[in-house]
């Protein structure tokens, strides 16, 4: 990667950290919760995901044995408000029946695993995707696994610092590349990251009052 590449996502970040402060990410108590949401956050809000943890909390299911052997049915209701429940229920069984299966359930034996052979692990598990299994890594693990979303590529793009082309692996490794390994700058840079894609760089821009407006734009900021 380029000298330049570095200095860009340095000064991105010194200029949304400056305006914007720490984000206190991921909204989760303990890295089950965190792990939990991850798996229930994909296609929904996250004020949806809060109502179905709550739901669980209430309902004890909190607890990776309860959640191996809590019902399908009756953990489809608890999460119901998450959206595409039926779809996540299976996912979230599939999840812990692995992490029974390979770690007897012990989240401290799954992240003293060498990070990119756990991130293969994940992976391979139906319904988990990069951005979750990286998810999981950061927030859960505090792992070095850079997470990347649909906000991430869209502010590289417009500001030219990644082709229309470029894959998650390829933003992956940039930022991995380019900064220090350390999990809490990861964590807070990609949380900043969300906060400019939901407030400003949306699929129709509001450059105005954004803290990356002084940057170069490459990019007409009009997406559909």
Known sequence: MSTRTKDVLKAFYDALYTALGPQHWWPGDTPLE?????????????????????????????????????????????????????????????????????????????????TATLREELLAIPGIGRETADAILLYAGEKPSFVIDAYTFRILRRHGVVDEDADYELLKELFEANLPAEPALFNEYHALLVAVGKTWCRPKARCEGCPLEAFEHHLEYDDE
């Open 34 to 114: 965190v792990i939990v949401g991850a798996i229930l956050t994909q296609n929904t809000a996250w004020k949806n995901v809060e109502r179905a943890i709550a739901n669980l909390r209430a309902a004890g299911c909190l607890d990776w044995a309860r959640l191996r052997d809590i019902e399908t049915a009756d953990l489809a209701e608890l999460i119901r408000p998450a959206g595409t429940f039926n779809v996540k229920t299976k996912r979230l069984k599939v999840f812990v029946a692995w992490l029974w299966e390979r770690y007897d359930g012990d989240l401290d034996r799954m992240f003293a695993t060498r």
